[in-house]
Structures are given as structure tokens and as C-alpha cells.
């Protein structure tokens, strides 16, 4: 089967397409035919070489997909996993279940923040191949009718729009949130979970075709934040006040700005730092105003359900900029390195 290798690290060159042996499911484990996979920022972080962290070479990208059952192995079987059934493949897997022993807690509700949770194509090998075997506990049945390329973009950044929105940001109905890079894969997935959940919301883009699709998604009004001006016009759009929510996951680059338009008791989650690591704080803004900053690395496995169901009933709208065939991974990684990109670029193998 084709498949997608990082040999190893380096500029999307470094891609190789390779032809090995398809899988087989062992016990418990599911042989997927890959429908769809999608690009993601992480990809382009495991081809460069992630800071303090070796990852093993040569390494399948592809943190998450959709697809469908091609062959079960033993002890799993119907009605969710029927032979042709659509799955979506999960980004995010753990081997253990301390969060089981809490009472009353369920462990899919705080599966994220397991020591041992891992990312596919980070942790381990992705799903940038023809065939992948996953185990049955992490495929989700799709719904009949879906958009499976479609649904193929949503569950990484979905899943941690949902984390940032709700887990950690805690949303409530009325309040003011602000998206960064509001046409971005999560910053689009962030508009649709902080509205969807009766927020206000502000974005960021860098183009006014950016801005388009950002208003299109549901955010009220949409700055630029090229513009070092931008934190002026968050604080007249509220008045004064600043926003209740900030969902950062740029970086050093919009920083300083974020913190700027954060409320009085406003919390800031941040997921990413694309555009630089290291930040400033003003210890006495944050601890005066009583405001909050947070880290969120994705979300808990119980909101997946829920977010399909709200892509399938047109809630959620995952947005693609363009499907390739999974041969041409090294120009997907190019497009979205030069931010060429409006929403997620999804890869056909086979095609």
C-alpha cells in the first residue's frame, strides 16, 4: 500500500511516498480503508522536528482522518463496526484509565489530560496511508449521509476548539469571545464552538478573504491583525471593557495584543505558539483584573460524538480549502506553511 514517510527531519522535501506492507487487524483492532486525512500544524512540526522531543524515524504523519471498515479482527464485531461502515479516526489515544478510579468521573471526560495520552502521527505512526489498523476503541461510526472528506478535517481541531471553548475556557451563553486567526483550522472550529454555545464572537485574520470566511462562520466583526492597532478596535467593540474569552493559539506574535483586549476576570487559552514560544506577562495586570491564562493541549474524547452530530446536522461546518491526492503531501505541507490555506487541506490516498 502507499504510504506517507518522514525519513527524516527538514522542508516538506523530505516527504517520501512509500510502498509497504498493508496491515492486519489483530485482536481488537479494526482495518481501515482510508477515505480522507487532513493537514494539520502539528504534521509540518513533526517533519521539522519538534524542540526536546525525538521523534522515532521513520514516522507516518496524519494526526486524523476518516474512513471505512475494510476487515475486523477477533472480538470486534456489529453492529458499530460493520464491514463498509464510515468510522472517523480519532487523533488522540491513551493506554491507561486512572481517571476511571475517580467516582463518578467518566475517564473519556479527562482522557486528554492522562499522562500517557498520545497524538497519531506524533506519538506513533499516523494515517497518511491507503490502510491503517486502529483499535475499535478509537473509531467513531459516522452517521449515514455524512461528508466523510469533510468530517476527515473536523476531529483534531474540533476536538481542541471544544477543549479550549469548553473545557478549559469554560464559555457561558452572552459572553464575548475573541478567535485569533479566526480562518485557520482551529480558529475556524472555535467561531462554530463558541457560537454554537450562545457567545459573541470577535475574530482575527491576516486578508480580507480571511476576514470573509470568518464572518461567514459566524463572528461578528473581524480585525486584522497585521494591523498593530487591532487590540484597539476589541476594546471598542466592548466598550471598553475587554472580552470574557481569548482563544489564542498563535503566539509571541498576537501575545501582547490578546492580553490587552482580556476583561476583568477574563481567561486567556492558548494551544498553539506558531509564531513564537516565549511571551511576556505583566504580573500585575493579570493578578489586579483577576484574569486567568490557561493551557489546553486538545480536548476530551466524550465531545466527539457531539461534535459530529453537529456536523451532521449542519451546526458545525468543518471548512476544507481543497482536497489533493496523498502523493502530493509535500505541496499540502508547502501551502499551508505559506499560509496559503483557508480552513484544512484534506489528502485522498489511492488518488
Known sequence: ?????????????????????????????????????????LDLWVRRGMPGFDIP???????????????????VGAPNLEIGQAVLLEPGFRMSVTAANAPGVDPDELDHLE???????????GFDAEYVVVPATNLLALPAGIDVQAVASAPLVFLTAWGLVHFRGQVKA????????????????????????????MATAGSSEKSALATELGATIVVDHYDPEWPKQVQQWTGGKGVDLVVEHVGAATWSGSMRCLARKGRLVTCGATAGAKVDLVLRHLFIKNQSVLGSTMGPRSALPKIVQNIAEGIYSP??????????????????EEKKVLGKIVLVPGS
Open 174 to 201: 452572552g459572553e464575548r469571545v475573541l478567535v485569533l486567526a479566526g480562518s485557520s483550522g482551529v480558529g475556524s472550529a472555535a467561531i462554530q464552538v463558541a457560537r454554537a454555545a450562545g457567545a459573541e464572537v
Open 115 to 125: 499522562d500517557d495520552y498520545s497524538i497519531r502521527g506524533e506519538h506513533s505512526d
Open 57 to 75: 524515524l521513520p514516522r507516518i504523519p496524519g494526526c486524523d482522518g476518516a474512513g471505512e471498515v475494510v476487515a475486523c479482527g477477533e472480538g
Open 1 to 41: 500500500m502507499q504510504a506517507i514517510h518522514v525519513a527524516e527531519h527538514g522542508d516538506p522535501s523530505v516527504l517520501q511516498v512509500v510502498d509497504i506492507p498493508r496491515p492486519e487487524p489483530g485482536p481488537g483492532e479494526v482495518l481501515v480503508r482510508v477515505l480522507g486525512v487532513s493537514i494539520n500544524h
Open 319 to 336: 471548512v476544507v480549502d481543497r482536497v489533493m491526492p496523498l502523493s502530493k503531501v509535500a505541496e499540502a505541507h508547502r501551502l499551508l
